[in-house]
């Protein structure tokens, strides 16, 4: 009896330690796909979702860096830092070169259709320019962090400075200006003893055409104490192939060599808003380069605005397909130095 109790009992542990039948594992597999399907796509979709929220933010990063570059130099072509509305240039053959022809136009646009004097030519390679794309050549007089004259020495051209801080070195292209008049010159020689001399002489490997700095060039004139000198900007913007496959906003300098600015700049749109010098009314709309006839800074119809239109694209693919984020920003920049009516 003993014996029939003990087989019964091991066939009640046997039936209740059985496992799950086929159709139990089959819906708690499915069951588990659900599940699991459920969490991928959960994390694909937060993982898309920050993808396109970092791409969003790169775009916008890299808007603002090429406005606020690009901007602040059109808003301030044609100036100097003391105001004065007459510039001399007394630099050698200054029509030869893009970066010291001043007389020929502060400001030059070009179109898609347009060359731009041999730099960044349309192509393919890194730094080339991108077909379809505008460009614009600035020069400015130095808005920014001027050093103060204390004396002018024509006599030996020589213009001693308040600090020798300057940052200027031997070579630079420099702004000299007071209330009356500015020049472009370049500086020949920067010394500490005395403090923040520099000079710009002419003869040998100067650029410079004359010591008379007046207006006009050759005209003689001694720059007054609390004038300034700064340094020159030259530059030309525009919207080349990158390193990495993509499209930057690229800015060249006098030395030829294409600076990558703002990444992501697939394409960049220019239109002018230009004056009539005599009789002070503005043209009814913006026009593209191409229609301005004449960018010489005594030209009857000079630009006193500028309407950047720039697209931006990500680097990386989003959503179905991978298609890399869009936006189109448009911005307005009104001349500060234009001449009045």
């Not at 509305?85 to 136009?105: E, Q, R």
């Not at 720059?223 to 930057?248: C, D, E, I, K, M």
């Not at 026009?287 to 960018?295: G, P």
Request: charged fraction near 15%; include cysteine; aromatic fraction near 6%.
């Amino acid at each position: 009896m003993r014996h029939v109790n003990k087989m019964r009992g091991l066939g009640a542990a046997r039936q209740h330690a059985r496992g799950f039948s086929l159709i139990e594992l089959m819906v708690a597999l499915v069951l588990g796909l659900v599940i699991v399907g459920g969490v991928v796509s959960l994390f694909v979709n937060n993982q898309q979702a920050a993808r396109t929220n970092e791409g969003l933010g790169r775009l916008q990063e890299n808007a603002r860096t090429a406005f606020e570059l690009l901007a602040r130099e059109i808003r301030q072509v044609g100036g100097n830092p003391c105001g004065a509305v007459t510039t001399t240039n007394a630099l050698i053959n200054p029509a030869a070169n893009w970066w010291s022809n001043w007389d020929g136009g502060v400001l030059r646009g070009f179109d898609e259709t347009q060359d731009t004097l041999g730099m960044a030519p349309f192509g393919a390679g890194v730094g080339q320019r991108v077909a379809g794309t505008h460009a614009l050549i600035v020069l400015s007089g130095g808005m920014f962090n001027g050093s103060i004259i204390t004396n002018h020495t024509p006599a030996n051209q020589t213009i001693t400075l308040n600090s020798t801080g300057h940052g200027l070195v031997a070579n630079d292209l420099a702004v000299v200006c007071d209330g009356e008049s500015a020049a472009l010159v370049q500086l020949t020689a920067v010394t500490t003893t005395p403090a923040g001399t520099v000079r710009h002489q002419v003869g040998g490997t100067s650029l410079n055409s004359t010591v008379d700095i007046g207006f006009p060039a050759g005209t003689p004139k001694t720059f007054q104490p609390n004038g300034l000198v700064t340094r020159y900007t030259a530059s030309f913007w525009y919207v080349g192939n990158n390193p990495r496959g993509g499209r930057s906003l690229y800015r060249m300098g006098r030395n030829g060599v294409g600076e990558e600015i703002a990444d992501g700049v697939s394409n960049m749109q220019v239109g002018y808003l230009t004056r009539n010098q005599g009789n002070g009314n503005l043209a009814n709309d913006w026009v593209t380069a191409s229609a301005v006839t004449d960018w010489t800074n005594a030209a009857t119809n000079l630009p006193v605005a500028v309407r950047l239109t720039l697209t931006l694209s990500s680097a990386d693919g989003v959503g179905v397909g991978q298609v890399p984020l869009q936006r189109q920003v448009f911005h307005v920049i009104n001349l500060r130095n234009r001449p009045a009516p």
